[in-house]
Antibody, heavy 118, light 110 residues
């Protein structure tokens, strides 16, 4: 079955860019949307955005100005870049398969904690 | 977009039924039959439980059921078990081609 695994730095300095990659194994990325979702410590889930295998994207309006999500079909990966980070961006970041027309998120990666601190 | 509104906590005794509400607007919950539900145990990734309001994916217990009326979706857990103690989140597709999650509900088994 399809499995997802996040990777990237666990510590990012304020004002810098957070970069994460999600590696997809056990299946093709074709014909699906792939999403990033985050969860600040002790708080709820927030959808960040998604990318179609063709590269088309949709973003959360509240993060749109700072977010870029891209896909690399040759590596079976998709990536998240979040610029100008602050402490409020400290969260566990999850990648998941999900987006139109399958309006749910499954499966999920295990999540990776990214802390924004100098 | 504002988070969907869920009760902060719901509790019940083993064997009882509980219902978690998820209230949005006509631009999300009320406008589409695209509500999903997730169960999250501490320190774990969310688990997919319900899709398109009422459908259970393979492997999810039939003790979990979903419904919707107007702008409010609901998740009912029947025959409550100790293992059901977790946080639960709803999610909905929106008219802006985005997704929004609920505020989350902590379920306690007494």
């Amino acid at each position: 079955q399809v499995q997802l695994q996040e990777s990237g730095p666990g510590l990012v300095k304020p004002s810098e860019t957070l970069s994460l990659t999600c590696s997809v194994s056990g299946g093709s990325m074709s014909h699906f949307y792939w999403s990033w979702i985050r969860q600040p410590p002790g708080k709820g889930l927030e959808w960040i955005g998604c990318v179609y295998y063709t590269g088309s994207t949709n973003y959360n309006p509240s993060l749109k100005s700072r977010v870029t999500i891209s896909v690399d079909m040759s590596k079976n990966q998709f990536s998240l870049k979040l610029s100008s980070v602050t402490a409020a961006d400290t969260a566990v970041y999850y990648c998941a398969r999900g987006g139109p027309p399958f309006h749910w998120f499954d499966p999920w990666g295990q999540g990776t904690l990214v802390t924004v601190s100098s | 977009q504002s988070a969907l509104t869920q009760p902060a906590s719901v509790s019940g005794s083993p064997g009882q039924s509980i219902t978690i509400s998820c209230t949005g607007t006509s631009s999300d919950v009320g406008g589409y039959n695209y509500v999903s539900w997730y169960q999250q145990h501490p320190g774990k990734a969310p688990k997919f439980m319900i899709y398109d309001v009422i459908h259970r994916p393979s492997g999810v217990s039939n003790r979990f059921s979903g419904s919707k009326s107007g702008n409010t979706a609901s998740l009912t857990i029947s025959g409550l078990q100790a293992e059901d103690e977790a946080d639960y989140y709803c999610s909905s597709y929106t008219s802006s081609y985005t997704y929004v999650f609920g505020t989350g509900t902590k379920v306690t088994v007494l």
